[in-house]
């Protein structure tokens, strides 16, 4: 006997030579549904159909079929691995994968993480390593950027940062910055004041581009650089005062 009434099929997911009803889900031969009496429409007749997907599945070694859940799919596992990495490696070795695939995707997952890390590395060292003066600029160019400026007015414009300064300076005394470990030693600077030797004093951060020079106390000398803003120096383990810095990218003795 054939099945003409209608029947549900748990065994397979469609039969695409049978009608199906949208509500019921049962498939049948005649026009009308034979458990609500509903008219098929016509994307649910045999034919007209489209094709239902099926799950992935995976053969085990046994050579079962095994049906693999969406929390052990490839991509949810690399999502978990970045936002809860406990989790993300619980589901990586308990998911039904094969050994190979495992070893692949764990091979490619600490390869992106090395490279990452290299190349994050690198990117701070660059950024830590950037120049705190112009350095793409000749001497007679940077010189010839650089307007002329007093103590009093570089105090009153110290926070206008990256301004192109050049000063006439007398150095008080050459500091070293050092952080609470003795040892590390940092930027070299000269704490300023003008030529007259008024109260006001500003730092000159050493970051010469030309023939290396150590100034002692009362040189006077001709500085050509970049405004800092104010800065706080370490020294003897403890901040200094914040004054005005500039950035020293040439200098001269002038007396």
């Given at each position: 006997?054939?099945?003409?009434?209608?029947?549900?099929?748990?065994?397979?997911?469609?039969?695409?030579?049978?009608?199906?009803?949208?509500?019921?889900?049962?498939?049948f031969a005649s026009e009308e549904c034979?458990?609500?009496?509903?008219?098929?429409?016509?994307?649910?007749?045999?034919?007209?159909r489209a094709p239902v997907k099926k799950p992935k599945k995976k053969t085990n070694s046994s050579g079962r079929v095994q049906f693999i859940a969406w929390y052990h799919s490839w991509w949810f596992i690399l999502i978990m691995m970045y936002l809860m990495?406990?989790?993300?490696?619980?589901l990586f070795f308990t998911s039904p994968h094969s050994k190979k695939s495992k070893i692949i995707a764990a091979s490619i997952v600490v390869g992106v993480y090395i490279l990452l890390v290299v190349l994050?590395?690198?990117?701070?060292?660059?950024?830590?390593?950037?120049?705190?003066?112009?350095?793409?600029?000749?001497r007679e160019e940077y010189v010839q950027k650089c307007e002329p400026m007093d103590v009093e007015t570089f105090y009153r414009a110290s926070g206008e940062a990256g301004r192109y300064i050049s000063m006439e300076l007398t150095v008080v005394e050459k500091c070293v910055e050092r952080?609470?470990?003795?040892?590390?030693v940092g930027a070299t600077y000269y704490r300023c004041r003008d030529l007259e030797g008024g109260e006001l004093i500003v730092y000159v951060q050493d970051c010469n581009l030309g023939t290396p020079l150590?100034?002692?106390?009362?040189?006077?000398?001709?500085?050509?650089?970049?405004?800092?803003?104010?800065v706080s120096f370490w020294q003897n383990t403890t901040y200094t005062e914040a004054l005005p810095c500039l950035y020293m990218a040439y200098c001269e003795l002038i007396g």
């Open positions: 006997m054939g099945r003409s009434l209608g029947y549900f099929d748990s065994d397979e997911l469609d039969r695409p030579e049978l009608n199906k009803c949208p509500d019921c889900e049962c498939y034979p458990l609500c009496g509903k008219i098929c429409p016509e994307e649910f007749r045999a034919g007209n990495p406990l989790a993300g490696i619980i994050g590395s690198g990117l701070l060292m660059h950024l830590y390593d950037k120049p705190l003066v112009n350095d793409k600029l000749s952080s609470e470990d003795v040892y590390d150590h100034f002692l106390p009362g040189d006077m000398i001709r500085v050509y650089g970049e405004s800092a803003g104010e």
